[in-house]
T-cell receptor, first 115, second 113 residues
Framework: DAGVIQSPRHEVTEMGQEVTLRCKPISGHNSLFWYRQTMMRGLELLIYFNNNVPIDDSGMPEDRFSAKMPNASFSTLKIQPSEPRDSAVYFC?????????????FGEGSRLTVL | AQSVTQLDSQVPVFEEAPVELRCNYSSSVSVYLFWYVQYPNQGLQLLLKYLSGSTLVKGINGFEAEFNKSQTSFHLRKPSVHISDTAEYFCAVTRGSNYKLTFGKGTLLTVNP
């Protein structure tokens, strides 16, 4: 099992540029979560999907952020335009709710630096 | 809404000493509780969880935690730590089976020789 795969692992960009982060959940998992981790705010849930449908996006900071899940094996988190305060590590996580052991599996994260 | 408080942001200990990392939660309903560990430059991985049943739960790497409903606590313990246990530890809570987790701010455990 390859685990949750995120790309890119590191991204450095300039303010105003568009950033797209990608996630491939574990095959068979039907829920996907995007978290953001910063020193100041810790781990914050941005959005989660169930069966490819966004269920709760109340954590998305503002309209510059958008997330999609076009199919069960792929999700994107887009920031447009990016700002320095968006610098953080963004984690994707997945879980299979049916018969779940309760374990949320995390990717290794995408470290974003906006200059 | 639920919240999680990890009372210590940093805990330094010597190797082979016991350790307790504290976690308190607030919720008006029954919850599921978790401890995750994050090693440098890695994602989070599950240490242990409480869903129901016995209030003392055992996890990987010799860690255990006790759910105390009256104290609304879920403290993590290990009787003897190793250098390799140096990492950040996160307590998390969710109300329901959707596993929408709320995390604490984390506790950095540093094990010194």
């Amino acid at each position: 099992d390859a685990g949750v795969i995120q790309s890119p692992r590191h991204e450095v960009t300039e303010m105003g540029q568009e950033v797209t982060l990608r996630c491939k959940p574990i095959s068979g998992h039907n829920s996907l979560f995007w978290y953001r981790q910063t020193m100041m705010r810790g781990l914050e849930l941005l959005i989660y999907f169930n069966n490819n449908v966004p269920i709760d996006d109340s954590g998305m900071p503002e309209d510059r952020f958008s997330a999609k899940m076009p199919n069960a094996s792929f999700s994107t988190l887009k920031i447009q335009p990016s700002e320095p305060r968006d610098s953080a590590v963004y984690f994707c996580a997945s879980i299979g709710l049916s018969g779940s052991s309760g374990e949320l599996f995390f990717g290794e994260g995408s470290r974003l630096t906006v200059l | 809404a639920q919240s999680v408080t990890q009372l210590d942001s940093q805990v330094p200990v010597f190797e082979e000493a016991p350790v307790e990392l504290r976690c308190n939660y607030s919720s008006s309903v029954s919850v599921y509780l978790f401890w995750y560990v994050q090693y440098p430059n890695q994602g989070l991985q599950l240490l242990l969880k409480y869903l129901s049943g016995s209030t003392l739960v055992k996890g990987i790497n010799g860690f255990e935690a006790e759910f105390n409903k009256s104290q609304t606590s879920f403290h993590l313990r290990k009787p003897s730590v190793h250098i390799s246990d140096t990492a950040e530890y996160f307590c998390a809570v969710t109300r329901g089976s959707n596993y929408k987790l709320t995390f604490g701010k984390g506790t950095l455990l540093t094990v010194n020789p």
